[in-house]
């Protein structure tokens, strides 16, 4: 499979962090499980007050967003096997998103 033995240094520094940033999405909230309050403010974007708030089951949503970016950024590198720009771009967002995710986990954790 030559997706895992790519050559291009950005490509396979943005691959290892998303992987690394996502497996610390899923994990970090099991580890905080029993602080966490029951409910949890997750939707910033949303008006402040009952809209941003979520039961905290839902804190998982943002490992498998990043989980879905990374499926979804394999499957476009098979396509755009001949784009080496278009999979530095895709796969540097990857990880800009997951690294932002993981802030987002780390604010809704440090609340409590």
Same mark, same amino acid.
């Given at each position: 499979?030559?997706?895992l033995a790519e050559n291009?240094?950005?490509?396979?520094?943005?691959?290892?962090?998303?992987?690394?940033?996502?497996?610390?999405?899923?994990?970090?909230?099991?580890?905080?499980?029993?602080?966490?309050?029951?409910?949890i403010p997750l939707f910033?974007?949303?008006?402040?007050g009952g809209d941003q708030? #979520?039961?905290? !089951?839902?804190?998982?949503?943002?490992?498998?967003?990043? &989980?879905?970016?990374? *499926?979804?950024? @394999? =499957? /476009?590198?098979?396509?755009?096997?001949?784009?080496?720009?278009?999979?530095? #771009?895709?796969? !540097?967002?990857?990880?800009?998103?997951?690294?932002?995710? &993981?802030?987002?986990? *780390?604010?809704? @954790? =440090? /609340?409590?």
């Open positions: 499979m030559k997706l291009d240094k950005l490509i396979r520094r943005a691959m290892i962090t998303s992987a690394v940033v996502t497996i610390f999405l899923f994990l970090l909230p099991i580890v905080f499980w029993v602080r966490l309050r029951e409910e910033y974007s949303l008006p402040w708030v #979520v039961n905290k !089951a839902l804190i998982f949503i943002l490992g498998g967003i990043s &989980l879905a970016f990374m *499926v979804i950024n @394999i =499957l /476009l590198a098979r396509v755009l096997d001949n784009e080496l720009f278009l999979r530095r #771009v895709l796969w !540097a967002g990857c990880a800009a998103a997951t690294i932002l995710a &993981l802030i987002t986990l *780390v604010r809704v @954790i =440090l /609340l409590f």
